[in-house]
């Protein structure tokens, strides 16, 4: 999260990706640093997924992640 503070304050475009699960981790760690970085949230789990469902996952969420890239800083959440 502080990296990506950092390029945001550069204006530098960016996010994270984490599943579900960690939603409102996310949400806690930004109310702590006083910074919500952008983010997109995929289905969990991820870890027993097969390569087949992960590279379908992948590609599910890649117009999401060129998104993060695309905006410009002070953009929200994706899900």
């Known amino acids: 999260m502080h990296d990506i503070s950092d390029l945001d304050g550069r204006g530098i475009p960016g996010g994270f990706i ?3 699960e960690f939603r ?3 949400r ?3 109310d702590a640093l006083g910074f919500h970085a952008r983010a ?3 289905a969990h ?3 027993d997924r097969t390569d087949d469902e992960m590279k379908a996952l992948a590609r599910e969420a890649f117009p999401g992640i060129l998104e993060l890239l695309r ?3 002070g953009g929200s959440e994706r899900s």
Do not use: C, K, R
Request: hydrophobic share 40%; charged share 15%; glycine share 6%.
């Open 18 to 20: 984490a599943s579900d």
């Open 24 to 26: 409102e981790a996310a």
């Open 28 to 30: 806690a760690q930004g």
């Open 40 to 42: 997109l949230y995929v």
């Open 45 to 47: 789990p991820i870890q």
């Open 71 to 73: 905006d410009p800083p």
